[in-house]
């Protein structure tokens, strides 16, 4: 006797099975991520088809993101004012990013399927080189007696 199966049903149990797909592709790539040498060829296809579906889903994060980072590089007003629009450019630049690493994730584009965006994840901390800190205040300092 078969069992019927609703359309309802049958969609939880194939996003279930893509869920614990992905769980397990990041699991088995974040395993083997301190080793400096060069990964094998499935290994960089199942980094870049992850990183490929993280930063497509997870681009928006950047939004708070550049308003933190703008606002601690050169203060609060800055990073309320201009933080909300570089990180809109970076929602956009991450969101496409991740759509062509999951388009082409097969095809070892840039060379040996490295990111084409840094840093790889947007949970990730910026590169040091991104990070410089003004030597001068963000705002001048005003003197208690008025000068």
Same mark, same amino acid.
Not at 93 to 103: C, H, K, L, S
């Given at each position: #006797? #078969? ?26 790539? &974040? ?29 928006? &994060?950047? /939004?708070?993101?550049? /308003? $933190? ?13 201009? &933080? ?13 990013? &991740?759509? $062509? ?10 060379? @040996? $399927? ?5 840093? @790889? $994840? ?18 001048? #300092? /005003? ?5």
């Amino acid at each position: #006797m #078969m069992l019927a199966m609703s359309i309802t049903e049958g969609r939880r149990i194939l996003t279930l099975g893509f869920a614990v797909l992905c769980l397990s592709l990041a699991c088995a790539v &974040g395993a083997r991520a301190e080793q400096p040498s060069s990964p094998s060829v499935p290994e960089g296809i199942g980094t870049k088809l992850v990183r490929g579906l993280a930063n497509l889903t997870t681009g928006v &994060g950047e /939004i708070p993101k550049q /308003i $933190y980072l703008v606002g601690k590089r050169e203060g609060w007003v800055q990073g309320a004012v201009r &933080g909300p629009l570089e990180g809109f450019g970076m929602f956009i630049a991450r969101t496409v990013v &991740g759509a $062509y690493e999951v388009v082409t994730f097969p095809i070892p584009v840039p060379s @040996d $399927y490295q990111p084409a965006l840094l840093p @790889d $994840y947007v949970w990730q901390p910026e590169p040091l080189s991104q990070l410089t800190v003004p030597t001068e205040p963000a705002a001048p #300092m /005003i003197k208690p007696d008025g000068r």
